[in-house]
């Protein structure tokens, strides 16, 4: 998953209440599917970030490391943020 991808979707997420998933599904912003899809970039995220070499061998890629960790964050707040928005329109049980 590319960057400008990545910034397409949370570009998409905040702009409007539909959006358009990766799997071409389009969803209301703070749905179940959408918290879904954010959970699921997320785990891919983690999981390339903890692939990375561990040891001596991390100091080349630990600015990398750093930036996949901020990206990260960056969907654990926008989800938690969807998350919100769902409870309060009443797509989501509290």
């Not at 400008?4 to 599917?33: C, F, P, T, W």
């Not at 899809?37 to 999981?47: F, I, S």
């Amino acid at each position: 998953m590319n960057s400008n991808h990545l910034r397409k979707i949370i570009l998409e997420s905040i702009a409007k209440d539909l959006l358009e998933l990766s799997g071409g599904n389009v969803v209301e912003y703070g749905s179940m599917d959408h918290l879904q899809e954010l959970e699921r970039m997320e785990a891919d995220l983690k999981a390339l970030k903890d692939s990375m070499r561990a040891g001596p061998e991390r100091l080349p890629l630990r600015k990398e490391k750093a930036n996949l960790q901020r990206a990260i964050e960056s969907i654990r707040y926008l989800r938690q943020k969807a998350e919100r928005a769902g409870r309060s329109k009443g797509i989501l049980k509290t």
